[in-house]
């Protein structure tokens, strides 16, 4: 960045505040408090860690971790809460790591920046680096939120591309991890309950952002006690929501339908004319689901 304060700004006024965030990463905690007991001296790296708010809640869990970053203001912003940081390029750290020395590797908001070639060997060597159960975090944003797919992914104009959940999940598994959870993250309150699903909730509903949380395999006495973690259900999907939206259209419709064959002498047909919107939009919509759906 031309500006060494740009992205710290940046990221205040569109990603949100350190409270704001610091909140949402709580949700990672069941994935790694374990490692507390199981490894007590292991380290967390977290690589492109921005303004800190993971390692200021890994310290406050009692649970060791450092940063690597390549933004000065970041990792100022990191200096400013006297956490572990250094400049650096975070994949080439992660290669000078020794063998199964590290728990737990994030990344947050980082695999949309690099390249897919970068991203296979960032997952490669957090397999490599972690030790047995050690769990490796990739949060990136939703493109099955489609207003995140063709507007606010764009705001960020260091992206380069959106990474299918489908497609991010698959790596892990190909390059050996044991199991991977995908995480869906960020939707508005109670959207999930919501029974009156609108259209705009179908296209700004699904949970913004995702995570995967992949895990290396381990004794099954390492891995049981995760399950709690990798049980969870998390997040609103693109299927959920139209899911909804349909049913609730087709109770419409059939309600229209039925009107009509009440009153068709006086309304001439006319309520399902009014409908065929409605019936074209459902229709729209079950291909977006098809074309999402995994």
Not at 67 to 75: E, K, P, Q, S
Not at 118 to 126: G, H, K, V
Request: hydrophobic share 40%; proline share 4%.
């Amino acid at each position: 960045m031309k500006n060494k304060d740009f992205y710290r700004a940046f990221e205040e006024k569109y990603r949100g505040s350190r409270k704001i965030i610091r909140e949402r990463l709580k949700v990672y905690l069941p994935f790694v408090l374990p490692f507390k007991d199981l490894y007590p001296r292991s380290n967390v790296l977290d690589i492109g860690c921005g303004r800190g708010e993971w390692l200021e809640l890994l310290k406050e869990n009692s649970i060791s971790g450092e940063g690597i970053d390549l933004d000065d203001g970041m990792l100022k912003a990191c200096e400013e809460q006297n956490l572990k940081v250094r400049k650096g390029n975070g994949i080439s750290y992660l290669k000078e790591q020794k063998p199964e020395s590290m728990s737990t590797i994030s990344a947050f908001h980082v695999v949309e920046h690099i390249s897919f070639e970068d991203l296979q060997e960032l997952i490669e060597e957090s397999l490599r680096v972690l030790k047995p159960g050690g769990i490796l975090i990739l949060e990136t944003p939703n493109p099955e939120n489609i207003k995140v797919a063709t507007e606010n992914f764009y705001l960020d104009p260091t992206h380069i591309k959106p990474i299918p959940a489908a497609l991010l999940s698959f790596l892990p598994e190909y390059y050996g991890f044991k199991r991977t959870k995908v995480l869906r993250l960020q939707e508005a309150k109670g959207i999930i309950q919501k029974e009156n699903i609108s259209l705009l909730d179908v296209l700004d509903g699904v949970s913004p952002d995702y995570a995967i949380v992949a895990q290396k395999n381990a004794s099954q006495d390492t891995l049981d006690l995760f399950d709690g973690a990798y049980n969870l259900g998390i997040g609103a999907s693109l299927v959920e929501l139209s899911s909804k939206f349909e049913a609730r259209f087709i109770s419409l419709e059939e309600k229209a339908t039925q009107a009509e064959s009440n009153f068709a002498a006086i309304v001439n047909s006319s309520s399902w004319k009014i409908t065929k919107p409605l019936r074209t939009l459902s229709n729209f919509i079950r291909l977006l689901v098809k074309g999402n759906k995994y």
